[in-house]
T-cell receptor, first 113, second 112 residues
Framework: DGGITQSPKYLFRKEGQNVTLSCEQN?????MYWYRQDPGQGLRLIYY???????QKGDIAEGYSVSREKKESFPLTVTSAQKNPTAFYLC????????????FGPGTRLTVT | SQKIEQNSEALNIQEGKTATLTCNYT??????LQWYRQDPGRGPVFLLL?????KEKRKERLKVTFDTTLKQSLFHITASQPADSATYLC???????????FGTGTRLQVTL
């Protein structure tokens, strides 16, 4: 089955620790995205990548980092510099250079205490 | 600045009625607009895309209209069912890169 997987579904970390969220897709999509969703705020773009080995900051990139070494994978690291990391994180992918139909993963709920 | 507005209040309707959700935008001239459905604790799922030169698009019980003069899209679900209960998000292209900006969504609750 083609799709996007995110793991884990729930993640708990202590404040001050970096944590990496996994996102893998087998849809052969060039573009991949990371969003953060907080109650009442909708989806906010953190980082996106249109091609392997290239990525751009979204609207709220501070405190986050990404890599895109393989077409299938776009991991997101939430660093200790992120002031409010507790949120629902969503990964998505789409066909290259045209944001028609973004396909979303199931999400990772990160709780930092 | 660019802004997308969806009614933040939940829409409660009775089963069998038509649900109509609104997406208004300002400072955009979008080539297309998309609608997504999101269930609690899950990722959004793409439903429909409508282009600027299309006034209306249908898919089964769903109908979307796009009025570029009013800067508004309406999303209709006819013969609504309890299974249609979810949050519905509209999204517009954001700039020249392959990005979307999402509205905050409207929660639809269909009751028996």
């Amino acid at each position: 089955d083609g799709g996007i997987t995110q793991s884990p579904k729930y993640l708990f970390r202590k404040e001050g620790q970096n944590v990496t969220l996994s996102c893998e897709q087998n849809l052969n999509h060039d573009a991949m995205y990371w969003y953060r969703q907080d109650p009442g705020q909708g989806l906010r773009l953190i980082y996106y990548s249109q091609i392997v080995n290239d990525f751009q900051k979204g609207d709220i990139a501070e405190g986050y980092s990404v890599s895109r070494e393989k077409k299938e994978s776009f991991p997101l690291t939430v660093t200790s510099a992120q002031k409010n990391p507790t949120a629902f994180y969503l990964c998505a992918s789409s066909t290259s250079n045209r944001a028609y139909e973004q396909y979303f993963g199931p999400g990772t709920r990160l709780t930092v205490t | 600045s660019q802004k997308i507005e969806q009614n933040s209040e939940a829409l409660n309707i009775q089963e069998g009625k038509t649900a109509t959700l609104t997406c208004n935008y300002t400072n955009y001239s979008p080539a297309y607009l998309q609608w997504y459905r999101q269930d609690p604790g899950r990722g959004p799922v793409f439903l429909l895309l409508i282009r600027e030169n299309e006034k209306e698009k249908r898919k089964e019980r769903l109908k979307v209209t796009f009025d570029t003069t009013l800067k508004q899209s309406l999303f209709h679900i006819t013969a609504s069912q309890p299974a249609d209960s979810a949050t519905y998000l509209c999204a517009l292209p954001a700039g020249t890169a392959s990005k979307l900006t999402f509205g905050t969504g409207t929660r639809l609750q269909v009751t028996l």
